[in-house]
DNA sequence: TCGGTAACTTGTCAGTGGCAAGATTGCGCG
DNA sequence: CGCGCAATCTTGCCACTGACAAGTTACCGA
């Protein structure tokens, strides 16, 4: 959409948001600085500017290319459940620096049109898993049961970006995620409806 | 425990912590300044450093009492697992600033032994909800279920924060958070035992 | 070939974190 | 009682950053 051609520098665009992805692995993604960006590029500090506007004007443009690619990933998917959930976390983990900005919409411009847009993409191909699973018979409320399942493939990726999981875990993201999908956590309290004297 | 008694200016330290507080809402743990507590609390720019070394020393005393007061909540709210995950999420929106800064560990250091120490005491309380439970018959794997717990309680905790949640789930998070966590996700693929066939 | 414009540079300013050195204050102790 | 002394806080400084303004370069089309 906003592809800007390259002239002088090559594609100094591109060349910038990939860098911006290297930093922010490796400093996170408050503590990134435009000047080192461009240093990264071999360019002038002030030369990101021209293309982004601002700091959050590149996050921006990051943002909005992360929820097009976790779309991408998990339309691929298709639309069982628990893969869908197991490549959210793999999304998260191998595409870190995108996934960190996308969920921090205070460093980024979150009401622009192309990140809505992408933004929505994304959820509904994480919604389709839970249609699809919902014309199995069972579930009954598929906006309650969609929110569900998000929460808990999000809670473990960001508990495992943050370093917050315990060691026994692993260190293998799709299998630890694939135990914990496959298995969620039993209810002990039902519903406020009729108490369970069935 | 690192007590620091008031001297000149009355609890210093204290009135720091809670100008960070108060600065983290509005912008959010990252764009945190020293000088601007300073200002609030009408000190010099550099009685922040005194007190803290440096900006990871503060956030790091910051992380150390929300883990702490979450450990506290999460206690004080039993052995009902439900219970405690609806506390969980009313207690990233109730104290905002120290959930995001708790679930950041580059911005603070995150080795700390109080750190270490409250963190573990609020992982107890968290467990204690599964283990609970478990003796009630079902659930096979505590460690896999106290996982998922945490980690559908901390996804929608997360979104919540993010305002990345659809706006149908209403402004109430208790609410929310209970309708949610009552009714986990639906598997698709069961577990490699015998399928539902019950 | 020449004007226009996109792409980039240079220069500057306010704000920030962190350090060093100094000033102030109140407590411990002789 | 008063003196040393350490904890507390201030002043001053430097390197770095984001943002802006103004200038320069290089390409493109007419």
Redesign the interface.
């Known amino acids: 959409m906003t592809e800007t051609r390259a002239y002088h520098h090559g594609d100094l665009r591109r060349a910038l948001l990939a860098a911006a992805v290297v930093a922010i692995e490796e ?5 990134l600085s435009l000047r080192d960006l461009a240093r990264r590029a071999g360019v002038s500090h002030a030369a990101p500017a021209h293309h982004f506007g601002d700091k959050a004007g590149l996050l921006t443009a990051l943002a909005a290319e992360g929820f097009d690619r976790l779309a991408q990933t998990l339309t691929a998917t298709g639309d ?3 893969e869908a959930g197991v490549a959210y976390v793999d999304f998260a983990v191998t595409h870190r620096a995108y996934f960190e900005v996308m ?5 980024y411009r ?1 009401d622009d049109a192309e990140v809505i847009a992408a933004r929505g993409r994304a ?1 509904a191909a994480l919604r389709s898993g ?1 249609v699809a ?1 919902s014309t ?1 018979g ?2 009954a ?1 598929p ?17 495992w970006l ?5 060691a ?2 692993g260190d293998n993201p799709r299998e630890a995620a694939r ?13 406020p409806s009729p108490p369970p004297a069935r």
């Open positions: 400093v996170g993604p408050a503590a069982d459940l628990l969920f921090r919409p205070e460093l979150a959820s839970v699973l199995g069972a579930p409320d906006d309650r049961d969609s929110l569900a399942a998000w929460s808990i493939a999000h809670g473990f990726a960001t508990l943050a370093g917050a999981l315990p026994r875990v135990a914990v999908l496959s298995r969620p956590p039993p209810t002990n309290t039902p519903p």
